[in-house]
């Protein structure tokens, strides 16, 4: 019955927040203004979504923290060049961190707290200029999480700095261990970019890399 309580609680913080009250929107609201104004990791006492929580591991004891981070939305800003060019090479849109904002913000907590290591985070809320997660942190050195038979691997000196070595949830789906084709493996993600790189030899602009592309040799050869 506690399984499905927890599960209950977390679809109507994810999917029912447009079913409720006017009331409770506006305290919702003032939730997040007080986050956006807040201070960007902060430590919380409990979990919000604890169905998320007790799903990644976490138990309500000594050697775990609950941290909640706000994580800036969009793409990174980049200065407009001064000189000359084309405005296609700008080079002004189109520059990504290469990771997502949950990895983002679970190396910020873990550079924060460099005693404790990452045990995983999840989505929370979000408002026009920031994404806020909370990050599930343990201590792998306390006497609790030492004889606790789930998390005594965390004493392994394999599994230090685990968030940094993109070891966490977040860290796998940015490279793509967690598809179902690339699972367990890189080599068929490698074999399909070496493929590219074949097929986009010279300029994009040059008529040798589009008859390549076309499966065809360039005239004169």
Do not use: C
Request: avoid cysteine; proline fraction near 5%; hydrophobic fraction near 30%.
């Amino acid at each position: 019955m506690a399984q499905q309580a927890y599960k209950l609680m977390d679809e109507i913080w994810i999917s029912g927040l447009s079913d409720i009250d006017k009331e409770e929107k506006q305290l919702i609201r003032k939730r997040l203004i007080e986050w956006r104004n807040g201070p960007t990791i902060v430590r919380v006492e409990k979990p919000i979504r604890l169905y998320r929580a007790r799903a990644i591991g976490y138990k309500a004891k000594q050697g775990f923290v609950v941290v909640r981070v706000k994580v800036r939305k969009g793409s990174l800003r980049k200065p407009r060049p001064n000189s000359g060019r084309r405005p296609k090479r700008m080079g002004v849109y189109g520059y990504s961190p290469s990771k997502g904002l949950r990895w983002i913000a679970e190396e910020r907590a873990a550079r924060k707290f460099p005693n404790l290591e990452v045990l995983g985070s999840y989505y929370l809320a979000e408002d026009g200029l920031y994404k806020y997660f909370e990050v599930i942190l343990v201590d792998p050195s306390h006497p609790a999480i030492k004889n606790d038979k789930e998390l005594r691997w965390l004493q392994d000196p394999s599994n230090r700095k685990r968030v940094f070595r993109g070891l966490t949830s977040a860290g796998k789906k940015a490279r793509g261990l967690l598809k179902e084709k690339l699972r367990r493996t890189t080599k068929h993600k490698w074999k399909k970019k070496q493929k590219e790189r074949i097929l986009r030899k010279g300029h994009e602009g040059t008529k040798s890399s589009r008859f390549t592309q076309l499966g065809e040799k360039p005239p004169g050869k």
